[in-house]
């Protein structure tokens, strides 16, 4: 369903559940930069009235999903660590096409966010079935579900705005460099992407 061409390797639930403050934070924050990002995306294609009104709830939702990891670390007497840079996401970006057209961009930037959140969505899939920990599962299975969600509406969103044949192309491109990234980036558990 994803299209990712390269799954997350297994080791990576082992090393997050060793490290579960490092791995609530990282995902507390990405939580955090996906409302930001949804934010974002309003401010500046305030005129694409489907944008706004459906990426308008999800960032509600990312902010209430930081509150929810929040939550959790505090259930768990585990504190909110620094953030730290994405290098995923610095990478997804690189890759962007600079310039073309208004329209061009906001198909590259809707492309990168369903990226993340494919990935993410796969991410949650594996710990909310590999985990040992029963409640976990239960709390990732939730963002699971709402992540497949969100990746699925930024690829439609990208296909309504641009040239649907011309905008899975580029998807494909995007889906072929990012195989690419995730066999170069190191397997770490205290990392959410």
Not at 169 to 188: F, G, P, S, T, V
């Amino acid at each position: 369903m994803l299209g990712l061409k390269l799954p997350t390797d297994p080791r990576w639930v082992n090393l997050a559940e060793k490290t579960l403050e490092d791995i609530l934070t990282d995902h507390a924050y990405c939580e955090q930069k996906a409302a930001t990002q949804c934010i974002s995306l309003i401010q500046l294609y305030p005129d694409k009235k489907r944008l706004v009104e459906e990426v308008a709830p999800v960032v509600t939702e990312e902010w209430g999903h930081f509150r929810l990891v929040i939550a959790e670390m505090k259930k768990r007497q585990l504190s909110l660590g620094f953030q730290r840079k994405d290098e995923y996401v610095a990478a997804l970006n690189k890759f962007m096409k600079k310039g073309g057209s208004r329209e061009d961009r906001l198909i590259e930037k809707l492309l990168v966010c369903a990226l993340i959140e494919a990935r993410s969505c796969e991410r949650f899939r594996l710990l909310s079935q590999e985990l040992e920990d029963q409640k976990l599962r239960e709390f990732y299975h939730h963002f699971m579900v709402s992540e497949a969600g969100h990746y699925r509406m930024f690829l439609n969103l990208a296909e309504n705005y641009g040239d649907k044949p011309a905008v899975r192309e580029r998807w494909q491109e995007y889906l072929n460099h990012e195989a690419e990234i995730m066999k170069d980036l190191a397997i770490r558990g205290d990392r959410m992407h």
